[in-house]
Structure formats: structure tokens, C-alpha cells
């Protein structure tokens, strides 16, 4: 059973403050995407890697995809209020079709 | 180019009552997930097609739910009876390779 953790589950900082999300599983995935969810609408993609040790960066966030391609990481430098929401990574396994497994997700929430 | 249409928007129930969900896919999108999310929690995969065929519908309670995808374009999820625990946002997204593409979503409350 595949399965992605997340950590941490929950996360309350102040404007200005730099923060790390993890993304972690026991599986190996062909590309790992992370998603933004706001309150009443659906996830929207952030970035998609999928090479082993890759870094993306976009303005302040940085994604980094593990090297043995079985975690990334998203640091936000420099918070803001429109980056509370919930972070969602989710793991591409390139079966007979392509799956895609969510993991449970970070709920951030950066205070002005 | 137009997003993945839901609708209901919001759907309130009693428990043992049924309820249909709708979704229409942006155009020429081949992949079609229905995914549930209960508050707090990741998407769960609930089904999953390509075209108008199902390829994985492993985590889909069959014994209450159903889905179909007519002509490999629009969808509809049911559920038939409701429970409690159905109360969620049951969301849908499509995608032609990666990433997905989702709609807003329909919020069940089953009372």
C-alpha cells in the first residue's frame, strides 16, 4: 500500500517567518506534485518534479524532490497572509495508468 | 481554456437518503478521478477513468457507491443510502497526462 505522510499536520507562524514542509513515503514515485487548497475551492497545482534531487524554485517557494525520489520538501521563505492554505503533496506512480496518491496535508496558516 | 465543472455546489441529506453528484471535465481531458475529502484530510482516490472505461476503483465502497462516465466526457457519482461518515467535499479533476485539474467540489452533510 503506498502511502504519503506529511509533517508537520498543522502550522501557525507570523508574517516574515521561513517555514519547511515535508513530504515523506516508503515509496518510490515517478514525480511528486504539490498542491495549494484554499477553504471552498479545489487544489491547485504548485510545481510537479520528478527528477531525484531536483530543486524549483517559484518567487518564494522552493521545492526540492529527494534524491532516492521517496520524499520532497517545500520551504517558504519570508511568509505571507496569502500563503495560509492547505499543502497538499501527492505522489505519480506510473502503473498500467496514471495514479496519483494524496497525502494528508499541511494546514498552514501565517498570522499578519 | 474553461475549468472542471461540479455541481450541486452544497448538498444537505438525511441518512439513507441518496444523492447524485455531477462533473464535467475540461474538453479533451481523457483522465476523470472523483476523489473524497473529509474535512482536514488529503483526497482519497475514490475511482478513476480513462475515457468512459474505469481503471481503478479500488476504494470506492461499491455496495453504496456508483459512478459512470457516459461517452468518456461528463460523470456522475451516487450515493445510495447515505451515511454519516459520507459527509465530506467530494471532488472531481481531470487531467490529459499530469498535473490534475479539479473543480471546487460539492460539500455532502448527511444529518
Known amino acids: 500500500t503506498q502511502l504519503l505522510e506529511q509533517s508537520p499536520q498543522f502550522l501557525s507562524i507570523q508574517e516574515g517567518e521561513n517555514l519547511t514542509v515535508y513530504c515523506n513515503s516508503s515509496s518510490v514515485f515517478s514525480s511528486l506534485q504539490w498542491y495549494r487548497q484554499e477553504p471552498g475551492e479545489g487544489p491547485v497545482l504548485l510545481v510537479t518534479v520528478v527528477t531525484g534531487g531536483e530543486v524549483k524554485k517559484l518567487k518564494r517557494l522552493t521545492f526540492q524532490f529527494g534524491d532516492a525520489r521517496k520524499d520532497s520538501s517545500l520551504h517558504i521563505t519570508a511568509a505571507q497572509p496569502g500563503d495560509t492554505g492547505l499543502y497538499l503533496c501527492a505522489g505519480g506512480m506510473k502503473t498500467s495508468y496514471d495514479k496519483v496518491i494524496f497525502g494528508p496535508g499541511t494546514s498552514l496558516s501565517v498570522i499578519p | 481554456e474553461a475549468g472542471v465543472a461540479q455541481s450541486p455546489r452544497y448538498k444537505i441529506i438525511e441518512k439513507r437518503q441518496s444523492v447524485a453528484f455531477w462533473c464535467n471535465p475540461i474538453?479533451?481531458?481523457?483522465?476523470l478521478y472523483w476523489y473524497q475529502q473529509i474535512l482536514g484530510q488529503g483526497p482519497k482516490l475514490l475511482i478513476q477513468?480513462?475515457?468512459?472505461?474505469?481503471?481503478?476503483d479500488s476504494q470506492l465502497p461499491k455496495d453504496r457507491f456508483s459512478a459512470e462516465r457516459l461517452k468518456g466526457v461528463d460523470s456522475t457519482l451516487k450515493i445510495q443510502p447515505a451515511k454519516l461518515e459520507d459527509s465530506a467535499v467530494y471532488l472531481c479533476?481531470?487531467?490529459?497526462?499530469?498535473?490534475?485539474?479539479f473543480g471546487n467540489g460539492t460539500r455532502l452533510t448527511v444529518t
Open positions: 479533476a481531470s487531467s490529459s497526462a499530469r498535473p490534475l485539474h
Open positions: 477513468f480513462q475515457n468512459n472505461g474505469v481503471v481503478d
Open positions: 474538453s479533451g481531458h481523457a483522465t
